[in-house]
């Protein structure tokens, strides 16, 4: 099938090559004030319908340009040069009785006492509102000095993080985290302490898309994030290095370096970086158990627990491009990384009966040491078949996770008078391997009048297997466990198809595709050679599911476009909550995985209008059918958390993002969402029927105070709201910072506050079965950060090969190249 299809795709392209649409040349040159003509600027052609960069081009000796055969369309000229201001140049226009199209001089400004060496970044805004998709660009915001990825995206447009470091888009869980245009295939546990652990200053953009097109893995009812790690595309050898210290009641010590060689054929690149994350986590809980008839409390539960950990970890990449010609690249990318976990607790719980009054304390001490390893490899290639866009694209992966979790915990009970009643230990061990390989190809056709064609196909398999080993240890010498001990495999291929097809006509823009994906697993779980408790079992399923996706947009005028899209979605169960073991917290508290989980499907529509470039409105609406989320079972006075099925969900919300230039030194950023969840259906024979209303408010201040100082005051306030079962308070921080650039912008220093206040605190309810339930949940959210970075390198001057605008430096420009930015 996939011969077949990449056969016929190569012949699409053949025998279409004669249909073109309109298109033009354009031509400009670069001088200095003194009509000096500068050599090696760089110039990008922005498209002005969505502000994105459709071509790269670098000026000759003679300081001149070229873009070949583009499109009908409104664009703008942005042109850099080291030692030299930037220029935005005014609009222009393409049209089909323009064939060559000469523009007025490019006149750049010269910086006073800067260095030729250095690379002057552009400044950027905090948060670009696109057509498709928001982008958060981390290095405009200097409260990012010394934060992790998780910070960012906690106060990113329409995202929220919950008290267990859950991921929500526009109030929908379900989405899916990206790293480099891939996949991360963590469970959300592993994602949360990665994105704890990966420093801000190794991340270059984020990416939020809520309704990806079908070019995309159906995954993710609430859409896609796309972390987009740094690659230095600058020619010649550059790069930069960031020192950051942390501190709260743990110092926080970080660094990262990032490097770059390119010229002729040649692109090579590396970036590592190393953080040591020390914190705590404070966890107040209590539960009242109720007479199944009367509804009047039986018991009360209180539980305090007190939480220290410690997360070194190192992470690293290198690649390489190589331009075979004009229009044929190849790369190849290795990366990897190692977390090591270390998490101690103490637990105090007190039980109680109806009138408050002490039967019997618990004392709980557990100590778990993780260790997590990563490498993964990508071969990719790309041909380009002409300037328009014609090309096809192919990716082939290998990710390999090894993990280790060695856990220990001695349980110690008492009377209310401390007389010792009880003592258990238990050890486990729980070693775990994932391997996914995956290839991907993608084909795209501009055809005449405005046509565009883009198919594709992917395949995957992932395999992973996982022990618990657990053992009661009594006088040093350990015992097997067989109630928790058990081993789990469990085997998973997709293969996808799609096609997306784009028509422009006139103020019109209509985006249809269809991805239809084939899905194969299966799971076995060994049991233990003493076969007590967990005997053998197994199960499998196949099944094929289709994902149409619409987008059509209409742009009344140059202040105001409209836009419509639908799409449907699919979420499948993580591998580790398909896993049935048990992992323990306490005696009292422990998780649980779920083999029978289904995969649940989401229906997403929104209606948008954007005014001016500057304010975006969204309506949305979405309909998920066999929603999982979150679960909550007693056993006793022991609590049971695993995913489980609920039944149906419904979300509603309307959005607004305001992107204001208060002065020429203030630019402030808004962003609010009131959202509206209903929850319907049967969780563990009782009837589920909850719904709740919660507004989220984000804002950001950049300031310029001119001579390199700069500033931002941000933060976030969310009302109450649900997340499943689960009622949560409402929740908010405030951080600050201030920057100021150094030799000659070489450099610049950044100071940081988050959480100024200290309201970063999750308090909720839950009502499950006979149990109710609240809890307080607190950590070193509160820290303050200094940050460093310097840049270094000095970049080539000129072309590095007789290319024009068409070679080279648009294969520079391919984002996905290695899957490196």
């Not at 809520?210 to 859409?223: I, M």
């Not at 823009?509 to 060994?526: C, D, I, K, M, P």
């Not at 989980?597 to 975006?616: A, F, G, K, V």
Request: a positive charge.
């Amino acid at each position: 099938m996939k011969l077949t299809l990449l056969s016929l795709l190569i012949a699409i392209s053949c025998i279409a090559n004669a249909q073109r649409p309109a298109t033009a040349n354009i031509r400009g040159s670069v001088a200095e004030e003194t009509k000096s003509p500068v050599e090696g600027a760089s110039i990008e052609l922005i498209r002005n319908q969505d502000t994105a960069a459709y071509k790269m081009s670098e000026t000759d000796k003679s300081g001149r340009f070229i873009f070949e055969t583009i499109p009908v369309g409104k664009y703008h000229l942005v042109a850099t040069a080291v030692g030299h201001e930037s220029f935005s140049g005014p609009a222009f226009s393409v049209s089909p009785d323009n064939k060559n199209i000469d523009l007025p001089q490019v006149v750049l400004k010269k910086k006073t006492n800067e260095l030729q060496s250095v690379a002057v970044v552009a400044n950027k805004s905090f948060i670009e509102q696109r057509a498709d998709r928001i982008v958060v660009n981390v290095d405009a915001s200097p409260a990012n000095a010394g934060s992790s990825a998780m910070d960012i995206l906690e106060k990113s447009p329409g995202v929220t993080v919950d008290k267990d470091d859950n991921i929500s888009l526009k109030g929908k869980q379900g989405v899916i985290i990206m790293i480099d245009d891939k996949p991360t295939y963590m469970t959300s546990t592993q994602l949360a302490s990665y994105l704890k652990s990966l420093p801000a200053s190794a991340i270059d953009q984020l990416e939020i898309m809520t309704n990806p097109s079908a070019k995309y893995d159906a995954a993710g009812n609430s859409g896609i994030i796309n972390i987009k790690t740094k690659k230095n595309k600058t020619k010649g050898f550059n790069g930069s290095m960031t020192l950051s210290q942390t501190e709260s009641k743990y110092g926080k010590p970080g660094a990262s370096v990032n490097m770059n060689y390119r010229t002729g054929k040649l692109n090579i690149f590396a970036n590592a970086g190393f953080n040591r994350w020390k914190g705590w986590h404070n966890l107040d809980i209590n539960r009242n158990y109720l007479d199944s008839g009367n509804g009047k409390i039986n018991s009360i539960f209180t539980q305090t627990t007190y939480m220290q950990y410690s997360n070194p970890e190192f992470n690293i990449k290198a690649g390489i491009d190589y331009f075979l010609n004009d229009k044929t690249t190849l790369g190849f990318v290795v990366s990897g990384f190692q977390d090591d976990e270390k998490n101690q607790s103490q637990s105090y719980i007190t039980l109680k009966d109806a009138n408050n009054i002490p039967d019997s304390l618990v004392h709980s001490f557990g100590n778990i040491d993780g260790l997590w390893q990563n490498v993964s490899m990508n071969l990719n290639f790309l041909r380009k078949f002409d300037s328009l866009g014609t090309q096809i694209t192919a990716d082939a992966d290998y990710v390999r996770y090894n993990s280790k979790n060695d856990q220990y915990y001695l349980n110690a009970t008492f009377d209310p008078k401390m007389n010792p009643l009880d003592a258990s230990t238990l050890s486990g061990n729980l070693p775990s391997t994932i391997n996914i390989y995956t290839f991907k190809t993608d084909y795209t056709h501009p055809f005449k009048n405005d046509f565009k064609l883009e198919a594709g196909l992917k395949t995957s398999y992932v395999a992973t297997d996982n022990q618990a080993n657990y053992f009661n240890v009594v006088s040093d010498v350990e015992y097997p466990d067989t109630t928790k001990t058990n081993y789990f495999v469990y085997h998973e291929n997709i293969n996808a198809v799609y096609l997306n097809f784009n028509k422009k006509y006139k103020k019109w823009n209509f985006q249809a595709g269809l991805r239809v994906e084939n899905t194969n697993y299966s799971g076995h779980q060994f049991g233990n050679k003493y076969t007590v408790v967990n005997n053998d079992s197994a199960f499998s399923k196949s099944y094929v599911s289709a994902f149409p996706t619409a987008y059509i947009s209409y742009q009344l005028n140059d202040n105001n476009m409209f836009g419509l899209n639908f799409g449907r979605r699919i979420d499948r169960p993580d591998y580790g909550d398909l896993n049935p073991f048990l992992f323990f917290l306490d005696q009292y508290t422990y998780q649980a995985g779920n083999p029978y989980l289904q995969p649940q499907y989401t229906t997403n529509i929104e209606l948008s209008h954007t005014y001016h470039n500057m304010l975006t409105t969204t309506l949305n609406y979405s309909n998920t059918k066999n929603f999982f989320s979150e679960t909550f079972e007693q056993e006793g006075h022991a609590t049971i958390v695993r995913n489980g099925n609920i039944g149906r969900r419904q979300n509603a919300g309307v959005s607004a993002s305001l992107n204001l230039t208060v002065t020429k030194w203030w630019t402030a950023i808004l962003y609010t969402n009131l959202n509206y969840n209903h929850f319907n259906g049967m969780l563990y024979g009782q009837n589920l029927n909850v719904s709740a209303v919660n507004l989220l408010g984000n804002l950001n201040n950049q300031f310029k105070f001119g001579k390199g100082w700069g500033g931002e005051i941000s933060g976030f306030y969310r009302t109450a709201g649900l997340e499943g079962q689960v009622l949560i308070k409402p929740v908010g921080q405030t951080s600050a910072a201030i920057v100021k650039q150094l030799f000659n912008e070489k450099g610049s220093l950044k100071l940081g506050v988050r959480d100024i206040f200290y309201t970063q605190q999750f308090r909720g309810a839950i009502n499950f079965q006979e149990t109710q339930a609240t809890f307080h949940n607190s950590r070193d959210s509160r820290q303050v950060s200094l940050t460093f970075t310097y840049r270094f390198g000095k970049p080539i001057k000129g072309p590095q090969n007789n290319r024009h605008s068409g070679g080279a430096d648009e294969e520079a420009n391919r984002v996905k190249a290695g899957g490196n930015n």
